[in-house]
Every structure is written in structure tokens, then in C-alpha cells.
């Protein structure tokens, strides 16, 4: 679905907003990590061109031109954010960036002809726990002058808590989301560090944090632990009943989209990552879990799951497969 803006992940925008999960690649990349996108291409015609854009005024920042025998990487455009960053693969025309930051968030376009493919790039802190855990969310200030604070949670547009210097106020909203908060907030009064004490899954989630307006997002996992035998078929629990109509699941694994439910469409992206969950992906149609079947070593990781609709969820798996 065209333009389907939803409040969620990665990890920046709306932070985590899916725009087009159904056309687009999403690539979800750690600060300071590289991420390539991939032309699909296995190599570039004698006479073909490639040109990779960059943002809303699709600003050139790579090119192939075979016609010319020519490789071009711009990288002092746009104020420089991608000198020595760029890396150009002169046989298949993929781009790689490296040292992502937040000033290379967006929208990267690929050209050959008459072919468009889009790639949305999202940089997203995150903080991995396990339940039962306790977690600072720190300000990154040593004192708080005349400062206001706000905590919130995106998925759910709610305030979990404030601090506001010049009336010497703070406020935590425990009593929110079914009180999953209830005695487990704890707001430092000299910085606007957020403490949240005894974590279970239900903490997980993207949380932001404004100082006068200047906003910071980062992504709680709190992960169920699973280990299992090679070969074994694995189900990841989405812990629902029923989907209800309209909403959307995404799964994902190691920030790739492997499947995605919206209404009735059902699209598997099993050619990732070298087709490792090729013939392997089955969702349960009714309560968006997910089977990977024949499971190897391959398969290890973190999955994923978002729910989106009148209520945004999110919970997450680390699996480990193991050998024989």
C-alpha cells in the first residue's frame, strides 16, 4: 500500500514510519554501522547507466556510466555528510554507505533506465535487556538549568513522564497502558534520566526524549530467549488470538523484512539475505505467528515482531540454532 505512514520503528522520522513496507526496502542500521543497498543487478550492461539519489531534492551522490567507462562517487554534496562514506560496486552497481548517522536518514533512489528501486534508510539506537532488568535512559545532561523534559512512548503516543525546571515540577504517568509502569518509573531529578526498574516485555517499544523541542528516540528490546536444535521447526508466538481487520503485522529479522500481513496481502521476502528462509516462512493467518521451518545455524538471530493498527505493538526473539 502507496504511502502508508505508521508511527513506528527504526530506529527515526516518524522514527520507525513504514512508508512503503509493500515497494520499498527499509534498511534499519546502528549508528555507525555500514548498510549496503543492492541494485539486484548481477552486472551493468556495456551501455547502461546507474545513478543512486539521495532526499527530497533527489540530489545525485553516485554514479556508473559504462558508456563513458566512468565511476563517480559526490560525496562533498549535501554539505559533505557522505565524504569517505560511499562505496560503489563497479560490477553490480550496489551502494554502500559506511559510518551511518542520523544526517543520512531517508529516501535513497536507484536509476537504470527505465527502473526505479527505493530504499528508506532509518538509524535507530538500541538498547537490548532481558526481563527483570532494570534500565537508565540517560538525558545525556549533568544538570538540568532551565530546561523542560519530556519522556514518551512513540508507538503509543503517550507521556510516561516530565520534568519541568521553572516550576520545579515532575510528573510520572504510572497509572498509563493498563499500569505496566506501576512503581517502575523512576525520573532523576538532577538530569532527566529515566529509570525503569523490573522490565518485561510489555516495556519494549520506541522511547523519545524532548528537551525544549530537541528530540532523541531510542529502541528497547527486551528479548524472549530461544534455543534449538538444527533442523527443528521454530515457532515465534506473536501472543495474539485473533489479528483484527486493518491491522499490520511485520516481521522482521536482523533489520531485513522477511513477511508482512496487511488485510488479506501476504508478502514474503524469503530472497533476503542469500534465500536463507526460502520455502521456509509460514504465517499463521489468524494470529500473525511465525514458522521458520528446517531451521540451521543460518537462522540464528533477532526476529521482530510489529503489530500496527488502533494499538501498536512490538516484541522481540533472539534464537539460537545450534548444530548437531
Not at 134 to 161: C, F, H, P, R
Request: overall charge negative; charged content about 30%; glycine content about 6%.
Amino acid at each position: 500500500m502507496r504511502k502508508m505512514a505508521i508511527k513506528l520503528v527504526l530506529f527515526c522520522l516518524c522514527f520507525w514510519r513504514l512508508d512503503d513496507v509493500f515497494g520499498q526496502k527499509i534498511k534499519l542500521v546502528k549508528p555507525g554501522d555500514s548498510v549496503t543497498l543492492n541494485s539486484g543487478l548481477t552486472e551493468i550492461m556495456d551501455n547502461d547507466v546507474v545513478r543512486w539519489r539521495h532526499g527530497p531534492g533527489n540530489t545525485l551522490i553516485a554514479e556508473i556510466n559504462k558508456q563513458t567507462d566512468s565511476m563517480t562517487v559526490y560525496d562533498d554534496v549535501l554539505d559533505g555528510r557522505f565524504r569517505d562514506r560511499l562505496k560503489l560496486n563497479n560490477q553490480t552497481g550496489s551502494l554502500t554507505i559506511k559510518d551511518n548517522r542520523h544526517e543520512h536518514v531517508g529516501d535513497y533512489e536507484l536509476e537504470r533506465k527505465s527502473l526505479r528501486k527505493s530504499f528508506f534508510i532509518t538509524i535507530i539506537d538500541e538498547i537490548s535487556m532481558k526481563e527483570g532488568d532494570s534500565l537508565t535512559l540517560n538525558s545525556g545532561l549533568t544538570e538540568i538549568k532551565d530546561d523542560e523534559i519530556q519522556w514518551k512512548l512513540v508507538l503509543e503516543d503517550i507521556l510516561i513522564a516530565k520534568i519541568k525546571k521553572q516550576t520545579n515540577g515532575i510528573t510520572v504517568y504510572e497509572e498509563i497502558l493498563d499500569e505496566r509502569f506501576r512503581d517502575r518509573l523512576k525520573l532523576d531529578n538532577q538530569t532527566g534520566s529515566l529509570t525503569i526498574t523490573n522490565i518485561t516485555t510489555e516495556h519494549a517499544g520506541v522511547y523519545e526524549l524532548d528537551i525544549n523541542n530537541v528530540r532523541k528516540r531510542l529502541f528497547l528490546a527486551v528479548y524472549n530467549e530461544i534455543s534449538m536444535k538444527e533442523g527443528d521447526s521454530l515457532t515465534l508466538n506473536s501472543g495474539r488470538t485473533e489479528i483484527t481487520k486493518g491491522e499490520m503485522i511485520v516481521w522482521l529479522y536482523m533489520n531485513e523484512f522477511i513477511i508482512n500481513k496487511f488485510f488479506d496481502n501476504i508478502i514474503v521476502n524469503e530472497d533476503v539475505l542469500d534465500g536463507r528462509f526460502r520455502d521456509r516462512l509460514k504465517l499463521d493467518n489468524q494470529t500473525g505467528s511465525l514458522t521458520i521451518t528446517n531451521t540451521t545455524t543460518q537462522h540464528t538471530g533477532r526476529y521482530i515482531l510489529y503489530t500496527v493498527g488502533s494499538k501498536q505493538s512490538l516484541k522481540a526473539f533472539r534464537v539460537s540454532v545450534y548444530g548437531e
